[in-house]
């Protein structure tokens, strides 16, 4: 590598790609004094070249051809900030063939087109990084993958969107309702293009999908994981569940249990004294436990130009480390696992406690009625609140928080209240942690 210089190239400046920018330019004297490398941003491909950005791209090649970018034999790094499937996946695998590192932050095609680009990044001697894919600027994907290399990952329960923890904060704390708290995050940039993909939870999919690979060594199929989002989340949850001393969080969960691998998304009551339950706002933590370190927490910014930047930029240098080595020499190998995890264990199969909100006619029986068909499913009451009115026949919210069964014991028991006459439809049913 003449003069330890590192050519990089940007294919799309939009709020990350703009962030990356700007690391690169306000702190390359920073990088060079801790890695004696120069990190020149040569180009930058983008298709808005109006938009206003605050930048000073002196010197930097701005260009709406792509080409410039991935058939530059100067470049080493190219980074992808469109987001998105396509043209993102071409554009990631043709810089690959042409032998270039790629570092993004595009979950949703690493979480289900991963293997296709880590297998091409292979068969080229490069490296396809993504730090930024999970967790914003927290370093969770280096920590697993180096720091916490001598453990067994026991289990990772993750706050991993950003979104959706701001709209159950504000829910929590502010008392506003789910569409208003929505329009702030989206106001304030978290939320993706198609907020749809932040609360129904397949963000959070995607983010469990990368952490479970890297945790589990394997290939964690996307499509098989159980997701829940939070849209069915409603005022009066939030508020039973603050009663009871738990906050609702959208919890992403990894637990290596006997019969395989439990992976689940879905919102979740976590108690008050757990760390989890203050991660408010748009931050981001995953807690992990691994055989040898114990529980250890990672927190911070999940979202945001800035947070977003700093991971990237983290990749690059990284990247730049393994171009001053001779072929063959590389510091450790960045991909996932190919080989396909087959042993994820069937929601059905998996144990909880339950927190359970049932809309009855106020009527003699009702209550034993339902606690009888808990009964006979094995499932037993840890406690309960019905709140009083004094209108007969009116309707009731009744919500009952149940110790540990099955996920098939509760979805059978459930199907059965909810064929009673006197249970209304507006019913829910979330999982404790
Ligand atoms: N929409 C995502 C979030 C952005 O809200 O967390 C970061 O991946």
Redesign the pocket.
């Known amino acids: 590598m003449k003069n330890r210089l590192v050519n990089i190239g940007i294919i799309g400046l939009g709020t990350v790609g703009s962030g990356v920018a700007r690391v690169l330019l306000e702190q390359g004297e920073l990088l060079k004094a801790r890695t004696t490398l120069t990190f020149r941003l040569k180009t930058i491909s983008e298709l808005d070249w109006i938009k206003e950005r605050n930048l000073d791209l002196t010197g930097v090649i701005c260009t709406s051809k792509v080409e410039d970018v991935l058939e530059d034999p100067e470049i080493n790094i190219v980074v992808e900030t469109i987001g998105g499937y396509e043209p993102a996946f071409s554009f990631i695998s043709r810089a690959l063939r042409n032998r270039k590192h790629v570092v993004t932050?595009n979950?949703a095609l690493i979480a289900t087109r991963g293997k296709e680009l880590f297998r091409i990044a292979q068969e080229n001697g490069v490296d396809l990084m993504f730090e930024a894919?999970?967790g914003?600027g927290i370093p969770i994907i280096k920590s697993l993958r180096e720091g916490l290399i001598a453990n067994r990952i026991e289990s990772m329960f993750g706050i991993?969107?950003?979104?959706?923890?701001?709209i159950l904060t504000k829910m929590h704390q502010e008392g506003l309702e789910f569409a208003e708290a929505l329009k702030g995050?989206q106001e304030k940039g978290?939320?993706?293009a198609n907020?749809t993909?932040?609360i129904s939870g397949g963000?959070t999919a995607h983010?469990l999908t990368i952490l479970a690979s890297l945790a589990s060594n394997s290939l964690v199929p996307f499509d098989k994981i159980y997701v829940e989002g939070i849209t069915a989340i409603s005022r009066q949850d939030i508020d039973f569940a603050k009663s009871f001393g738990f906050t609702i969080k959208l919890l992403a969960i990894y637990r290596a249990v006997k019969g395989g691998l439990d992976l689940r998304v879905h919102p979740t009551l976590v108690s008050n004294s757990h760390l989890l339950s203050a991660v408010s706002n748009?931050l981001?933590a995953i807690f992990v436990q691994g055989d040898f370190v114990g529980s250890t927490m990672f927190y911070g910014p999940?979202?945001g130009e800035r947070p977003?930047a700093s991971a990237i930029v983290g990749d690059i240098v990284d990247l730049s480390r393994d171009l001053m080595l001779q072929e063959g020499e590389k510091y450790c190998n960045r991909s996932i696992s190919l080989v396909e995890h087959s042993d994820l264990v069937p929601i059905g199969e998996v144990a909880n406690r339950f927190y359970l909100r049932f809309l009855t006619v106020d009527r003699p029986g009702v209550l034993s009625l339902i606690s009888g068909v808990l009964a006979e499913h094995g499932i037993s009451i840890a406690s309960m609140v019905q709140l009083e009115t004094q209108e007969k026949d009116s309707c009731i919210p009744i919500v009952l928080l149940t110790h540990e069964a099955s996920e098939k014991a509760m979805a059978d028991a459930l199907e059965k209240i909810m064929r009673f006459d006197f249970v209304k439809d507006d019913h829910i049913r979330l999982r404790i942690f």
């Open positions: 932050a979950k894919s999970v914003g991993l969107n950003g979104t959706c923890n701001y995050a978290f939320a993706e907020p993909l932040d963000d983010k748009e981001n999940g979202a977003t």
